[in-house]
């Protein structure tokens, strides 16, 4: 049974209604007979409280709770919007809808009730208890998004002035082109803190990170965000810590070692730089580890401890030595990304340890020695695997038909190939391929020309010996793909057709000889065409000459 309704605060409710415009072309994810939660809010329908969307205190009957997802609201909300007369609102969720590119009115500091306070840049502040859902559905945003909502200063500080009682601050997406006040690190009820690509600038207050109950800080996507992290307690409850994409620099405390309850860890593209401390491997709860992007070096502590590790991020730094057989016993492991660092020697042959690995980039390092791809085949889950660009020579001759089913792409350049390696007939989900900078000689076989046909958007076979393809067709038969790269190899002959889907075509610094062929007409998505250092005479298509708005 709902509770009695407030007069004043149902009046406020039709007033905030009133406000806007209820159209269903701001609604998301409706069909043609939606309807809005704000639908059943009616002068016939007098008690509030039982109105969609709406929440009240069962004692008192006072709003308490207002879930407004998707409501179709099209309009502006002011500082003289009934909305703030809602004093007893402790929740506010207002996503998803169309608020014309509001600032956020110095008004919602009057809500002092609220413990809950989430803003995006697709609708206006949204406060909501079912934060963690929304939060992650919010971690794939498009950074570039444009942000449909500005929080100016004075109100930022005047909002985290008042609001004394907030546990939960997201306004991820929300134009804050202000430097964080330092009065939040004193708002010690937050436990949750979230405000990615804000367009935040100058100094991170230190204090933020060690905010007495915070468990959750997201400050990823601030490029004018600066700072350094501090020495972390024992005491800290951080489970998830980003700030990537920010200005942030200096070393990784040795103190991180006491966030003894952090599961994810996201540094990525900042400038840190030196050792990545031992105590790192005391972090037990870690299931996410990403470091990509800066500027660390030397060897990598021992990881053995981390027993929960899923995803392991260390490309893009200057990290040495050889590759640490302790990774192997990480078996949660499904992403291994090691890629652009200085690592040296052979690759472990205990990675066949790494079962529930989905993907593996060892590219753009030193390593080196003779492998064989069977030590790698195990690896049935395996949908990316890239090793180009070390000092490997790979042999593999593997035949099973098992043999990486699901694998979606495979870089292999300048892995010192000189056949293409026949496991690939058994791929049928290829979307990427490149086995350029390599020592193939000869035809491109046409059991090659079958491999993952209805699948296949990028092959790069540049930098080989090629001399042809073997196949009768006059147009290579990949229906899907986007990109081809046969340049710099021996290829002779009339000019091979790519498949009409390509938007890419370089297949310059061969030995093509003959016409250009007049089913090159037929390419009308061609953005870019190389035919230079080749052979070719006679006369150019008139064809190309209208591709001009593409090509």
């Known amino acids: 049974m709902h509770p009695l309704c407030h007069a004043d605060e149902r009046s406020a409710l039709l007033q905030f209604k009133e406000s806007f415009i209820i159209n269903n072309s701001t609604c998301r994810f409706f069909d043609d007979d939606y309807l809005p939660p704000v639908a059943s809010w009616t002068l016939e329908n007098s008690s509030c409280c039982s109105w969609d969307g709406v929440d009240c205190d ?29 004093v007893h609102l402790q929740l506010l969720d207002l996503s998803y809808n169309n608020f014309h590119f509001s600032q956020i009115p110095s008004s919602i500091g009057n809500l002092a009730k609220l ?5 995006t840049g697709e609708s ?13 559905g919010m971690l794939s945003f498009d950074p570039s998004s444009k942000r449909l909502l500005e929080l100016k200063m004075p109100h930022f500080e005047s909002l985290v002035q008042n609001l004394t009682n907030l546990e939960v601050l997201f306004l991820s997406l929300v134009n804050i082109p202000y430097p964080v006040p330092s009065l939040l690190a004193n708002m010690s009820s937050l436990s949750f803190l979230v405000l990615t690509s804000c367009g935040l600038l100058g100094e991170l207050p230190t204090n933020i990170f060690q905010l007495p109950n915070a468990e959750i800080l997201y400050l990823a996507r601030n490029p004018g965000l600066t700072g350094n992290l501090p020495d972390f307690n024992r005491t800290s409850h951080l489970k998830y810590l980003s700030v990537i994409g920010t200005g942030m620099s200096g070393e990784i405390p040795a103190s991180i070692g006491n966030l003894g309850s952090l599961e994810l860890l996201f540094l990525e593209f900042n400038n840190f730089s030196g050792l990545v401390p031992p105590s790192i491997g005391n972090l037990s709860k870690l299931t996410v580890m990403a470091l990509s992007g800066n500027s660390f070096r030397g060897n990598l502590p021992s990881f053995a401890n981390l027993n929960h590790l899923a995803y392991l991020d260390l490309g893009s730094n200057g990290f040495a030595g050889p590759i640490p057989f302790n990774l192997m016993n990480l078996t949660r492991l499904t992403s291994l990304k090691l890629e652009s660092n200085k690592f040296q020697g052979p690759i472990p042959s205990s990675i066949s340890r790494l079962k529930n690995l989905l993907n593996l980039d060892l590219s753009f390092n030193n390593l080196s020695g003779t492998m064989e791809l069977d030590s790698l085949h195990v690896l049935k889950n395996l949908t990316t695997l890239s ?13 099973s038909s098992g043999s990486f089913p699901n694998l979606t792409s495979l870089s292999l350049a300048s892995c010192n190939l000189s056949e293409f390696p026949q496991y690939l007939q058994n791929l049928e989900k290829l979307i990427y391929l490149d086995l350029s900078f390599n020592n193939i000689h000869g035809f491109v076989p046409q059991w090659f020309l079958e491999t993952s046909k209805e699948t296949l958007l990028i092959l790069d076979l ?31 002959g009339l000019l091979p057709v790519p498949p009409f889907s390509t938007v890419s075509y370089i297949i310059s610094n061969n030995s093509l000889t003959g016409e250009i062929p007049p089913l090159i007409c037929n390419q009308t998505l061609l953005q870019v065409l190389d035919l230079s250092k080749n052979n070719l005479s006679g006369q150019i298509p008139e064809c190309l000459g209208n591709m001009s708005n593409s090509l």
Do not use: M
């Open 387 to 399: 090793l180009s660009f070390n000092k490997l020579s790979l042999l593999g001759k593997i035949n």
């Open 115 to 119: 413990k809950v306070a989430f803003g």
């Open 462 to 492: 540049s930098h080989n010996f090629l001399t042809g393809f073997d196949q009768s067709s006059l147009v290579l038969p990949w229906s899907r793909l986007l990109t081809l790269k046969i340049d710099s190899n021996r290829i002779q």
């Open 58 to 86: 069962k004692k008192s009957g006072h709003v308490i709770g207002l879930e407004l997802i998707n409501s179709c609201l099209y309009g502006s909300i002011n500082s003289s919007s009934s909305l703030f007369q809602l």
């Open 124 to 136: 206006t502040l949204l406060l909501a208890s079912k934060f963690l859902r929304i939060f992650l």
